[in-house]
Each structure stands twice: as C-alpha cells, then as structure tokens.
C-alpha cells in the first residue's frame, strides 16, 4: 500500500499521528455532509441515542444539542477515536449525559432494545459485512427504534470509487444494497433520500 493508502486507511481505524490527523480532518471535512444528515433527522425527542462509529465525536455533540434530555453513547474499536470524542464532549460526560465506550459494531456491548435511535455517520463502509452488523443494530434498538444511516456516497460518486481503490478495509455502496441489508436484517419502513446536488444520502428505517 502507498503512503497515500496508508494515510487514508485511517478513516478506517484511526491511529498514531496519521489517525491523529485524520480525525481533525474528519470532524471539519465531514461537517457539511453530518449537518446536512442531522437536518434530515425528523425523529421525536429520543432518550437514549447510539452513535456507532463515533469518530472524532462532532456529531455526539450535535446530538445532544439536538435533543436536549437525551442521553448519547458513542461507539468505537479506535482507542484514539475514542480519546478525541471523549475530550470533545468532557463536559457531557461529566454532567452523566454523554458516554464513550470501545466496541465493535458487529457486537456491541449493550443490552438488546436499550436504545430509541442508532446513527451511523461516515462509517458504514469499513464494517464488517452489512447485513450482520444491521442485525447487531436492530438487537440494541427497542421496538418501533429508528437507525439512520447518513454517508458522503451514493455508491457511484468518483470520489468515494477512488478512495475504495486505495484503502484496503473499505467498501461503497447504493443505496439499494443498504436498502437490501435493512430488509434482511429486519428492518421496515425504509425511507431513503438524496441530497438535491451532491451524492450524500440518508437512509432511515424502524425496528
Ligand atoms: C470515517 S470515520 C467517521 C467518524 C465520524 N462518524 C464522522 O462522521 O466524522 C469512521 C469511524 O468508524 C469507526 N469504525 C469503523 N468500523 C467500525 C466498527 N466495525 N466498529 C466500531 N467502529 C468502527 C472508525 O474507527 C472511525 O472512527
């Protein structure tokens, strides 16, 4: 792999001075598409929110403005992601509404049905095999919960195609292949909508 390679592997995983990097770049290059998702995001006054692949934590934050008596966990499996997004939401973790735990998506380390709403933002495409972690999803999701899926890619767009060609662990896809996953996983009432210029989309679907 190519240095150019091994830098964006990082959005992957981040780690060491590249991840270190790459998260900075994350929270500010992802911001447009994650304010745009958040936008989309019509579901009423959740308690207890997911946010799986958390990142940098910018939109652990932007959660819990949005939804002022919620609770927000963010989820990660880089010890450096989880670093940074616990210093970016200290003071909510100090005031007991914010937690950041380690964990992979496909096995999470929480109760089934505890969760009313689970977001995804920029991080589908390095989980391990779509249907099996969406099944992982639902089980923390209580009945009638909602997943939302936010991503840059639309599965065709010319960047994302480039950047799957040099980074290793990660994969793009339509929106009917996430689609299809929701609805082998279990999930109903699936609604997709794409952004008017841009290849960003945002899938929400109910347990
Ligand atoms: C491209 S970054 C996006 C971060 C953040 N959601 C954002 O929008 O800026 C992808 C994040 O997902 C995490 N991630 C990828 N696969 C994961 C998995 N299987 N389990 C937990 N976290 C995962 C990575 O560690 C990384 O922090």
Same mark, same amino acid.
């Given at each position: 792999?190519?240095?150019?390679?091994?830098?964006?592997?990082?959005?992957?995983?981040?780690?060491?001075?590249?991840?270190r990097v790459m998260i900075l770049g994350m929270n500010v290059f992802h911001a447009r598409v994650a304010n745009w998702g958040m936008s989309r995001i019509n579901?009423?006054?959740?308690?207890?929110?997911?946010?799986?692949?958390?990142?940098?934590?910018?939109?652990?934050?932007?959660?819990?403005?949005?939804?002022?008596? #919620?609770?927000?966990? @963010?989820? *990660?499996?880089?010890?450096?992601?989880?670093?940074k997004a616990r210093d970016r939401n200290r003071d909510m973790i100090a005031s007991g509404r914010c937690e950041v735990v380690g964990g992979d998506v496909s096995a999470?380390?929480?109760?089934?049905?505890?969760?009313?709403?689970?977001?995804?933002?920029?991080?589908?495409?390095?989980?391990?095999?779509?249907?099996?972690?969406?099944?992982?999803v639902r089980r923390i999701l209580r009945e009638g919960g909602h997943f939302?899926?936010? #991503?840059?890619?639309? @599965?065709? *767009?010319k960047p994302s195609l480039w950047f799957k060609s040099i980074i290793e662990a990660m994969n793009t896809y339509t929106p009917e292949e996430i689609e299809s996953a929701l609805k082998e996983a279990g999930f109903r009432e699936i609604h997709?909508?794409?952004?008017?210029?841009?290849?960003?989309?945002v899938i929400i679907a109910e347990k």
């Open positions: 792999m190519g240095l150019l390679g091994k830098f964006f592997s990082n959005a992957g995983k981040p780690a060491g001075i590249m991840g579901i009423a006054e959740p308690s207890e929110i997911a946010e799986l692949g958390c990142g940098g934590g910018k939109n652990i934050r932007d959660l819990l403005v949005k939804y002022p008596s #919620s609770h927000v966990v @963010g989820l *990660d499996y880089s010890p450096l992601s989880l670093q999470m380390p929480f109760d089934d049905g505890r969760f009313d709403l689970a977001t995804a933002f920029e991080t589908i495409y390095f989980w391990p095999g779509l249907a099996r972690c969406f099944a992982e939302v899926i936010v #991503s840059e890619s639309d @599965g065709k *767009d997709t909508e794409h952004h008017e210029s841009h290849s960003w989309v």
